[in-house]
């Protein structure tokens, strides 16, 4: 739920940085509201402005705002907060109005947008408004383009959102730190007509990554590729909600990667085309099919498909260590290896000590105790059992029936009889084989018809 900040409204607050606020905003800030939820929040109505289809943000939830003579105002604070990743673990990120990422903004292509930032990190900061089309000095890069914006102070952005499409924002101040610490979001600008590239359900979420040691709470900024929880906006599996879809539905699903490496996003059972990239809308005779697409560092995609078939499909990256959480790489490779006698031996002086990885790395209903506020390595359960699944996974829920913009978790797919995989009686049997020229019949084959082969041999290249 959204709780309103009393402090804006003070007139206390209003000085805040009040004169580093630009000629227009001086007067009064708009509200700052603060989300305290990392649920899905539902999709927020235009209430005022033109009309248009809003996104729904994957754990997240969208800036209210309001209008003040023709200009949106929104109103971003910069400041720590807390984040659970998952049941079982929250992080003390940085991010923008209680959440890491910070809120969702939607305006309209031709809108006038203003946003106040006020910074309340121990640190200067900027917002830098990826993609968009603007006057320079509203990029947001600190330093180049504007003076950094000191701890308690707030300043103004304005510009015109000229082209409609998928954007992000983040500091350009400290970025190493600042983005390593969960300061990131969303921007979707919609088309001025509701009716050009609409779908029924149009996600949003952002790829970030943390490295919080075991038994931490704050993330290691310095980390420069080895990151321990690989998140879909701040949340890994099975922190992650499931996208909700009706069948026959036009889904849009919209990512962008503000991790430091790249993540292929596989989708199960659909193939989608890639409609819309950081430049834009794809033209229809560009696109082509795909069930994985490659998100690189600092892109944004926009991906679409017809959810035709219902069931629970895995939506996931396909790097098999970002859908894992914290656990240690620096292991040897154990499969084949009989250590049983030595884990004996080495028990007598470790009494804890366990035979791991000799089969394989399966570990879904290992019971190891943990430090507190650390996720297992390999979780989730599902109808059927242990998922083995962490970081960046969740699932696609298409149902028949749903109603128009119902995102309630409908439960788990109830397989129709007769297609779902099931287990052979006398699995280890001897499989049945065509007897061989040689002759050798086996006895638990009836002896094939024979079998009539026409052999179409190589000709010459006499031609050639
Ligand atoms: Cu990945």
């Not at 154990?334 to 006698?341: A, E, F, N, P, T």
């Not at 995102?407 to 995989?421: C, H, L, R, V």
Request: glycine fraction near 12%; include cysteine; aromatic fraction near 8%.
């Amino acid at each position: 739920m959204i709780s309103r900040r009393k402090f804006l409204r003070g007139a206390g607050v209003a000085a805040l940085g009040a004169s580093l606020v630009s000629r227009a905003g001086a007067a009064s800030l708009p509200e700052a509201p603060t989300q305290t939820m990392s649920a899905t929040q539902p999709p927020l109505a235009p209430p005022s402005g033109r009309p248009y289809n809003p996104v729904v943000t994957l754990n997240g939830w969208t800036l209210p705002w309001r209008m003040k003579d023709g200009w949106k105002e929104f109103h971003l604070v910069a400041e720590p907060v807390v984040r659970e990743l998952a049941p079982g673990m929250k992080a003390h990120l940085w991010g923008y109005n209680g959440q890491s990422p910070g809120p969702t903004i939607e305006v309209v292509e031709g809108d006038k947008v203003r946003i106040f930032v006020t910074n309340k990190l121990p640190e200067h900061t900027t917002i830098h408004w990826h993609g968009q089309r603007l006057p320079n000095g509203m990029d947001g890069v600190g330093g180049l383009n504007q003076p950094q914006i000191s701890p308690g102070k707030t300043f103004a952005y304005e510009f015109t959102a000229k082209r409609p499409g998928t954007f992000m924002y983040h500091p350009h101040a400290d970025e190493m730190t600042q983005m390593a610490m969960g300061m990131m979001g969303f921007w979707v600008t919609h088309p001025r007509d509701p009716g050009v590239q609409r779908v029924d359900r149009d996600f949003v979420f952002l790829l970030n990554a943390y490295d919080v040691d075991p038994g931490s709470f704050t993330p290691k900024v310095n980390t420069m590729l080895d990151f321990n929880l690989w998140t879909f906006n701040s949340r890994v599996f099975p922190g992650i909600d499931p996208m909700v879809a009706r069948k026959g539905d036009r889904v849009r699903i919209r990512i962008g990667n503000l991790t430091m490496t790249n993540h292929p996003i596989h989708l199960h059972g659909h193939e989608f085309e890639v409609t819309g990239t950081d430049g834009g809308w794809v033209p229809k005779s560009a696109r082509w099919p795909e069930v994985t697409t490659d998100v690189a560092v600092g892109q944004m995609r926009a991906i679409e498909f017809v959810a035709s078939d219902p069931g629970d499909w895995a939506f996931h990256c396909h790097k098999a260590h970002h859908t894992m959480n914290a656990m240690g790489h620096n292991v040897p490779t154990l499969i084949g290896i009989d250590h049983r006698d030595i884990a004996e031996k080495i028990r007598k002086l470790v009494p804890d000590y366990m035979v791991m990885g000799d089969t394989g790395g399966a570990m879904g209903g290992m019971e190891m105790p943990l430090p507190e506020n650390t996720l297992p390595m390999m979780t989730g359960k599902g109808p059927y059992g242990d998922v083995e699944m962490g970081g960046m996974f969740t699932v696609v829920k298409i149902r028949d029936g749903l109603a128009r913009g119902d995102y309630g978790d409908p439960g788990w797919y109830a397989q129709p009889p007769g297609t779902q995989a099931y287990e052979v009686a006398d699995g280890l049997a001897e499989p049945a084989r065509s007897a061989s020229p040689g002759g050798g019949s086996m006895p638990s084959v009836s002896k094939p018809k024979s079998i009539e082969l026409n052999i179409r041999k190589p000709s010459g290249h006499t031609g050639h």
